[in-house]
């Protein structure tokens, strides 16, 4: 069974830094890899999806890589904002199935 | 265009009840995937429609039961409810289910 982790389980840093979130996963046979936010008592917005092909995707200030030999993947913020507080979520689909595992996320605070 | 909708979004019921949930997924997606998400055990998958056919389930017990329509809209029942089913239920949809998948704001289930 696919497990996945991520560290640290919290972090809290001050506005304007650059920061990287980690997802661990313990089988490498992915069909791919989502990264997603949760704000406190709602959904899930998701931020960045990569294939198992890929090596990474870049949308707006986030960035996330994908090294699927290792069984990791990174979430990069540049330049971060109190807005970015919030919990975030990695989740992997393996190569069969459709469910997602999901690690137990990174609960950011952004300090103004 | 519209996102994932889930009604009721509150909930409260005493042990013993049956409840039903309800998932409106993007218009155009056929995969409809419902979560239960709890402090202790993170998000856990329970089963995910595609066409109107419960194609993986996740490992609930025989309690949790969904369905879904012709129009891919999707339901969760859960029978014979126990404490320890409060929980906020999210469902995701996607286009063929391994594709991006798309949450939403979740039913939060209190029960008493």
């Known amino acids: 069974k696919q497990e996945v982790t991520q560290i640290p389980a919290a972090l809290s840093v001050p506005e304007g830094e650059n920061l990287v979130l980690n997802c661990s996963f313990t089988?490498?046979?992915?069909?791919?890899l989502q990264w997603f936010r949760q704000d406190p008592g709602k959904g899930l917005t998701s931020l960045l999806l990569?294939?198992?092909?890929?090596r990474e995707q870049t949308s707006g200030r986030l960035n996330a890589s994908l090294d699927k030999s290792s069984g990791r993947s990174t979430l990069y913020i540049a330049a971060s904002q109190p807005g970015d507080s919030a919990t975030y979520l990695c989740?992997?689909?393996?190569?069969?199935?459709?469910?997602?595992?999901f690690g137990t996320g990174t609960s950011l605070t952004v300090i103004p | 265009k519209a996102g994932v909708t889930q009604t009721p979004r509150y909930l409260i019921k005493t042990r013993g009840q049956q409840v039903t949930l309800s998932c409106s997924p993007i218009s155009g997606h056929r995969s409809v995937s419902w979560y239960q998400q709890t402090p202790g055990q993170g998000l856990q998958f329970l089963f995910e429609y595609f066409s109107e056919t419960q194609r993986n389930k996740g490992n609930f017990p025989g309690r949790f039961s969904g369905r879904q329509f012709s129009n891919s809209r999707s339901e969760m029942n859960v029978s014979t409810l126990e404490l320890g089913d409060s929980a906020l239920y999210l469902c995701?949809?996607?286009?063929?289910?391994?594709?991006?998948?798309?949450f939403g704001p979740g039913t939060r289930l209190t029960v008493t």
């Open positions: 990569i294939q198992s092909s890929q």
């Open positions: 989740a992997v689909r393996p190569g069969t199935g459709n469910q997602f595992y």
């Open positions: 995701a949809s996607s286009w063929q289910g391994e594709h991006e998948q798309y």
């Open positions: 089988d490498s046979a992915i069909y791919n």
